[in-house]
């Protein structure tokens, strides 16, 4: 008898061995399925996951440098990295190289972290968030996934971008620019109806970074991110617009009225001064947040064809300061800007993500290309005018109006990102009809290519033909 | 998984429900087991009547008795270190005298093939290594992992500096992995333990891997080194997945089982070893003495006090390591047991080794008590318990990036120049290329102690449910915990040099780990015994749980002389955490038949774990095994047995399960993202399945045995990280995929080619070798994760077709640059170098007994393999730019030729050391007699030396030296490491 009940005990030992729990939770780290309802606390921790990112994107050698580089603003010479020269103004960029493969997976990242949130808004609790508030989230993070899109496609321009779904691991097709624009466009309607949802009195139930809500504007009030969204949105339907490929001039209205609506309404000319500086900013910290603004980097120097470019009048001259000689690979340069050199002071200092002076030159653009010269001109010396005694010369033409919009736009948003790059591509400058080449073996280039890793992951080689 | 358990039932029902005993007449047989020669009466000697259950075990005297079952029988005696013994008793007969041969050759060895099941290692399909206690400890070692190097074939076991506290690795059968565990598993007594290498925080001050967090290149000490080597009965390697199956996901690298002493019937016995000691810097770089001013100023240094310098001609490393330290280890342990069942192992040790450099040392403290009982017939209990205390201060080595390592500021500083400490308690600075170090102060300055405090301790019950003449069935559990809470702290003063260069002068590094590994498991055993066969039955379950967590808090900016780091100015901490459960069902048919001829086993593990993907779901590890004896033989031949066996084990997914959380900081406000490392639900072990086929032959009446092995193992289900499309938002995904083929072979000869009344000489060659390849790849070619210092001086690379150990490097150049003396980095050529393990490794033990006098030695050859030498980059230089060798033409010329493309710093690396040396005199009774007032029974005196000499092609100080310490592959980085050291002791071991 006594064995059957060391049998039937070993037995049952042996099922509660079974029925233990085999799961453990990982406890090292959080974990995205962790989040099994959003709350405020989370959503602030998230929050900040996809402006740190977007920021982290953002403050890269491929945007903020590459894209000078090749708009002959600035130059990089480093004898221990020859590819800031070599496959820019000396060569086509390599897909495998940073030149080639940066500014790419580190927006998709942020778009997906972006994306996250707004799943995980299904799981918020009424007790928590208001429908305004959940308008008010989904607003915002679809406009941060917008702006990460733009991102991308400004920098790959006829090459294309692929779009992420709900699905985070679809390899989507890569769509071809008009494409990309038109679901960003339509990213940002919606998010735009979401904040009129939310109402332009509600504020987001999370805390922004101080660069949201420290220059000039608070962007936590849903009013101010219309004007964002609208902002962005006027950006986006400018360059559909004025597409090369497939321009659509019926959007130069609507641009028009969207970059209008950014401003806060305020008619042609009337934004200027200190005013312009408004907007949203990317903030640096090496100590704290351990990221610094990259510009202040001694193997920075200015292209000096850009001093040519500069009236000595022009307030703005002083973002060009002298240096010792930087020579190599065929380029030298005595000059560089002040807040490049490295300084404590220039790895701190903020870099605007989208600033009214930016949007008011935009929307000069936009009436130039609708052939408003007047409100053109105007949009045009509220900036001149804040940096210069005379007024510009009023213009004429659609090319001449682009000459001096371009003369503005380079130097207020000198390396600011790729803004100029973007400009010259759109308006087909960039060739040696307008530029003398920098080297001999100058391509031109105009974009960067599909990363290395991209291809590897698509089973290709080369960038393929973009799909429509 | 279903039939498997089907099986697993089926042989426990059928075990369970076998003819029960019958009764018969009974034969009572009594005798006395002695020892050939010698007559010296044997306790402990397994006693049986062959074909049946019964049996017993002599008593201190020898003697026995039994109740056999009526008529004529066959008693089989066997007992370990002794060659086992049959004798036919009529059934008339009932006293018999056994005599049992000492068995030199270790012919005879119970090994391991199951939870709680062993066969006579006469019978084992595998080539299980075993090593016996005495032979481990022959000459003093630091940790057990030295004490096994050049003992076990198949088995590569390299410590990773010349450090004191051990540092070391061992790799069974070659590479198993890529990126999961690639250490072997520790089990003692039946208690899974841990064998992690905890970062101590030395990147705090040598930022060796960039920031200041603890990382792989800390000059970590693996954990296993915390076992006492003397407490050891023996250690069995089961060296591959044919073996180690019933380890299930664990068991891919091989096992190491380790047996402690137990107490044993017989007069209690007191043993009593005092070992006295030192060690000497083994091997020195040749740097260069500087003879003239003339010729400092030539090298591009300031000659200014040249002539004013009593000594020209500094030898830096004999003034920093030339510390002779005074080691010592004092062991004691009681042996024995009581009439009233219980038996006892007590031993306790105190050991000290001093490093080469005053201030590094290694103290170990350890008491361990093992108690078995003996409840009446059928209950037996025993409880094993180690409490053990280390604490190691290892200096500063190895890769660094602040100038703080020794060799830096070496390859840096002429030699007439004095580095030591002033009369006045300062230190000189402001020497050499180097400005800001003075590594004199640093070893005088800089703490790091490491300190942990382990408690191994497990339990284990056997009750004997059935007991018959034919049958027995055993119920047996086993428990048991290892825990250990492992304090380290790295100090570095304000004062030091070093730390005036930073912001904040003064770092503390405070790291805290606590790890328990937890295990508990119950098994049925059957035994069925007749005169056809033997038949052993079982099937049980294990659970174990580890549990992890390490906190590191490095504060910078401290007061000299505080050692708290929340007095420090800026703090910053990282922490560590992991837990892991998992459940394993087992069941094994062991059939004996054909006169103990045949021996056939099968068996499966199925195991689910909390790292798997589904932890719901059981993963199944299945084993077959057949051996057989010949029973036609060759005159001079006495035993040949062909074995084959086949397993399949696995290895844990240790990462990529989840998608994480990243955390990032805006504007000082941490958030999260998902991670760009995708999460795997479906990830699981990766499978490990070995064939694995020999001899065993034993010839010229036991003096001879020649063992040979051949394998064949594949790895298949690696955990790869493959890369996905950057656009989904992440930027890899772990897989399961690829596959690695080893082969292999494995020869062991033993031989006592001498044997008389006075002498006798036992002689153990072995001989091991294997390659692996990468036959499968589904994702892109890649270097691993393991740390390496890029191609252009060498590392590990993974791409089909290409061996596993492969040494990828620059060398070659498309086109030098215009002055034809450096090559541009888009031209230079990535090439395979060659193999970075040895083509094979040799190992060749003697031993030497003349009367008292016993001489042996142990002598490890290491052929081919390759390392990197980074250590002759920090002192290879352009004429008059101040290179510190002796021979500035060839460390010029390298230098150039490195620039040129050249693969200048891959080195071959075999080596022949003579690992062990001991001569010992045992002496006469007589003499103790007198010596010790008759209290002491024998003694003995040893002097014994390791890592006594090396003979290598290798420049640097030792071909076997890792910079990153433990790692699947790429573990041959040179960079200015601890220098290897010889180590002497003079023991006196007594017993009472």
């Given at each position: ?468 | ?137 022959r000459v003093p070692a630091q940790?057990?992992?030295n004490a096994?190097q050049g ?124 070992r006295f000691g030192t060690a000497s810097?083994a ?41 002779n330290?005074?080691n ?25 080794d ?501 001489f042996s030695s142990l002598v490890d ?52 050391k003579i690992r062990e040396v001991t001569i010992g ?21 040893d002097l014994s030396g390791r890592n006594l000499k090396t ?29 290897p050291s010889r180590l002497y002791y003079l023991t ?5």
């Open positions: 008898m006594k064995r059957y009940l060391f049998i039937a005990l070993a037995a049952g030992v042996a099922v509660a061995a079974c029925k233990d729990n085999p799961t453990a939770a990982p406890i090292d780290a959080p974990t995205t399925a962790a989040i099994k309802t959003l709350t405020p606390a989370s959503l602030q921790q998230l929050a900040i996951g996809v402006t740190a990112q977007d920021r982290a994107a953002y403050a890269s050698t491929a945007v903020l440098t590459l894209p000078e580089i090749l708009a002959r603003d600035v130059y990089r010479i480093d004898q221990s990295e020859p590819r800031y020269v070599g496959e820019t103004l000396g060569g086509q960029a390599d897909p495998g190289s940073f030149a080639g493969g940066g500014g790419f997976a580190a927006f998709y990242t942020a778009a997906r972290a972006a994306n996250n949130i707004l799943l995980l808004l299904k799981t918020a609790s009424p007790k928590d968030f208001s429908a305004q508030d959940v308008a008010a989230i989904r607003g915002f993070f679809r406009t941060m996934k917008a702006l990460d899109y733009y991102r991308v496609i400004e920098l790959r321009d006829t090459v294309g971008a692929p779009l992420q779904t709900d699905n985070d691991l679809e390899i989507t097709p890569i769509y071809c620019k008009p494409h990309v624009l038109t679901y960003i466009a339509a990213l940002l309607d919606s998010a735009n109806a979401d904040f009129a949802t939310a109402g332009a009195a509600a504020v987001l139930p999370f805390n922004l970074p101080g660069g949201f809500t420290s220059f000039g504007r608070d962007y936590g009030i849903v009013g101010n991110l219309i004007r964002f969204n609208r902002g962005l949105k006027g950006k986006v339907d400018f360059y559909r617009a004025i597409d090369r490929t497939a321009p659509q001039p019926a959007l130069l209205t609507t641009a028009i009225a969207e970059l209008t609506q950014a401003l806060g309404g305020a008619a042609p000319g009337a934004v200027s001064g200190a005013a312009l500086a408004t907007g949203i900013y990317y903030r640096f910290d090496p100590v704290v947040d351990k990221i610094s603004n990259l510009r202040s980097d001694s193997k920075i120097a200015a292209n000096p064809k850009l001093a040519d470019s500069i009236p000595t009048t022009d307030a703005r001259r002083s973002k060009l300061v002298s240096r010792s000689t930087l020579s190599g690979q065929g380029l030298s340069s005595n000059l560089t800007f002040s807040f490049a050199v490295p300084t404590s002071a220039n790895q701190n200092l903020p870099i605007p993500l989208l600033k009214d002076e930016e949007l008011v030159l935009l929307r000069a653009q936009a009436y130039i290309e609708a052939n408003q010269f007047a409100n053109a001109l105007l949009d045009i010396n509220a900036v001149h005018q804040t940096y210069n005694a005379t007024p510009v010369v009023p213009f004429a033409t659609v090319a001449a109006g682009r000459s001096a919009v371009l003369f503005e736009k380079r130097l207020s948003l000198l390396f600011e990102g790729p803004q100029r790059l973007v400009d010259l591509r759109a308006y087909g400058l960039l060739n040696a009809a307008h530029f003398a080449a920098e080297l001999p073996s100058d391509p031109y280039n105009t974009a960067f290519p599909i990363p290395r890793a991209e291809l590897n992951a698509r089973n290709l080689t080369v960038n393929p033909v973009c799909t429509p | 998984m279903r039939k498997y358990r089907v099986l697993a039932l089926a042989l426990l029902a059928g075990a369970l429900f076998s003819s029960e005993a019958y009764a018969q007449q009974q034969h009572r047989i009594a005798g006395k087991v002695t020892a050939t020669g010698s007559g010296e009466a044997l306790a402990n000697v397994a006693v049986t009547v062959v074909g049946t259950t019964i049996g017993t075990y002599t008593a201190e005297d020898g003697s026995f008795q039994l109740l056999a079952p009526a008529g004529d029988q066959t008693l089989l005696a066997r007992r370990v270190g002794f060659k086992r013994s049959t004798i036919r008793v009529a059934s008339t007969q009932d006293q018999v005298a056994i005599a049992l041969e000492r068995d030199v050759l270790q012919l005879e060895e119970q090994v391991v093939t199951g939870t709680a099941t062993t066969v006579s290692s006469v019978n084992a399909a595998n080539a299980v290594a075993v090593v016996s206690g005495e032979k481990l400890n940790t057990v992992d096994l003992k076990v074939s198949g088995a590569i076991i390299t410590q990773n500096s010349g450090a004191p506290g051990g540092g070391t690795q061992i790799q069974v059968r070659g590479v198993s992995t890529i990126n999961a565990s690639f250490s072997p598993l520790y089990v003692v007594d039946g208690v899974i333990i841990d064998n992690s290498s905890i970062p101590n925080g030395l990147n705090a001050i040598t930022s060796a891997a960039g920031g200041t967090s603890p990382s792989s290149q800390d000059q970590t000490v693996n954990r296993a080194s915390d076992i006492n080597p003397n407490d050891i009965e023996s250690i069995q390697v089961l060296k591959g997945p044919s073996a180690s199956s019933i380890y299930g996901s664990r068991g891919t690298n091989g096992v190491i089982l380790i047996t402690t002493k137990r107490g044993r019937a017989g007069k209690t016995s007191l043993d009593v070893a005092q810097i091997n020195k770089l040749k740097l260069r003495c500087f003879k003239t001013g003339t010729e400092v100023d030539d090298a591009g240094f300031d000659s200014t006090g040249f002539g004013a310098a009593t000594n020209k001609c500094h030898d830096y490393q004999q003034e920093l390591y030339g510390e330290p005074f010592y280890q004092t062991i004691g342990s009681l042996r024995g047991a009581t009439q009233s069942g219980t038996n006892f192992f007590i031993s306790g040790l105190v050991q000290h001093g490093g080469l450099v005053h201030n590094d040392n290694y103290n170990k403290q350890s008491l361990r008590v093992n108690v078995g009982q003996q409840f009446g017939s059928r209950l037996n209990l025993r409880a094993n318990s180690e409490l053990i205390h280390s604490l190691t201060e290892r200096g500063v080595s190895g890769n660094d990036n602040t100038g703080i390592n020794p060799y830096t500021t070496f390859s840096a500083t002429p030699s007439f120049l004095e580095l030591r400490r002033r009369p006045d308690g300062s230190f000189p600075i402001g020497v050499g290329a180097v400005q800001g170090n003075n590594p004199f102060q640093v070893a005088e300055q800089v703490k790091t102690p490491e300190n942990v405090y382990r408690l191994l301790g497990s339990a284990t019950g056997t009750y004997n449910i059935i007991v018959a003449d034919r049958q027995t069935l055993d119920l047996i559990a086993v428990g048991g915990v290892d825990s250990y809470g492992d304090n380290s702290k790295i100090i570095a003063p304000a004062t030091l040099f070093i730390e005036q260069a930073n912001a904040l002068p003064g770092t503390i590094v405070n790291s805290q780990g606590n790890i328990v590994n937890a295990n508990v498991g119950t098994s049925l055993n059957h035994r069925y015994t007749t005169s056809a066969f033997q038949a052993t039955t079982s099937a049980g379950f294990g659970q174990n749980r580890r549990q992890v967590d390490v906190l590191a808090t490095t504060g910078h900016g401290v007061f000299p002389g505080v050692t708290n780091v929340a007095a420090s100015t800026q703090v910053v901490s990282t922490e560590q955490q992991d837990l892991v459960k998992s459940l394993s069902l087992f069941a094994q048919e062991e059939f004996l038949t054909l006169s103990e001829r045949l021996l056939l086993t099968a068996g499966v593990n199925s195991e689910r774990t909390s790292n798997n993907g589904d932890p719901k779901k059981f993963y199944s590890y299945p084993k077959f095994s057949a051996s057989y004896r010949l029973p036609w033989l060759p005159p001079v031949t006495d035993e040949l047995k062909l074995r084959l066996a086949y397993g399949r084990a696995g290895n844990q997914p240790t990462q990529g399960k989840f998608t994480f959380l990243t955390s990032l900081i805006e504007e000082g406000v941490t958030g999260y993202r998902p991670s760009t490392v995708r999460g795997a639900t479906k990830i699981q072990p990766e499978q490990a399945t070995e064939t694995e086929g020999g001899f065993d032959l034993t010839m010229f009446g036991g003096r001879g045995r020649l063992s040979a092995t051949q394998f064949r193992k594949q790895i298949d289900k690696l955990l790869l990280q493959a890369t996905v499309a950057p656009s989904t938002g992440f930027n890899s995904l772990f897989i399961n995929g690829g596959q690695i083929v080893t082969h292999g072979t494995e020869v062991e000869l033993a031989l006592t080619p001498v044997q008389t009344g006075l002498v006798q000489w036992n002689s153990t060659t072995t001989y091991s070798s294997n390659k692996g390849k990468v036959t499968q790849l589904p994702v892109a070619p890649f270097i691993p994760q393991s740390g390496s210092f890029g191609s252009r001086f060498g590392n590990a690379f993974v791409q089909q077709g290409q061996l596993i150990t492969v040494l990828q490097a620059v060398n070659g150049c498309t086109a030098l640059n215009s002055t034809g003396t450096r090559c541009p980095a888009a031209n230079r050529v990535l090439k395979f170098i060659g193999n970075s393990a040895p083509d094979y490794q040799m190992g060749f033990n003697n031993d030497v007994n003349i009367g008292p006098i016993r050859w290491r052929k081919g393999g390759l390392g990197i030498n980074l250590t002759n980059n920090y002192f290879d230089s352009d004429p008059g730019s101040g290179s510190m060798l002796a021979d500035t033409a060839v460390s010029a010329a390298r230098i150039r030729e490195f620039r040129k493309g050249r693969a200048v710093y891959v080195e071959k690396s075999g080596f022949v005199y045992e002496l006469p009774t007589d003499l103790t007699g007198r010596l010790f007032a008759g209290r002491v029974g024998t003694a003995r005196i003979w290598t092609r290798y420049s640097g100080l030792d071909p076997e030296v890792s910079n990153f310490g433990n790692q699947a592959l790429g573990r041959f980085q040179d960079v200015t490491p601890y220098p006196v071991n007594t017993t009472f």
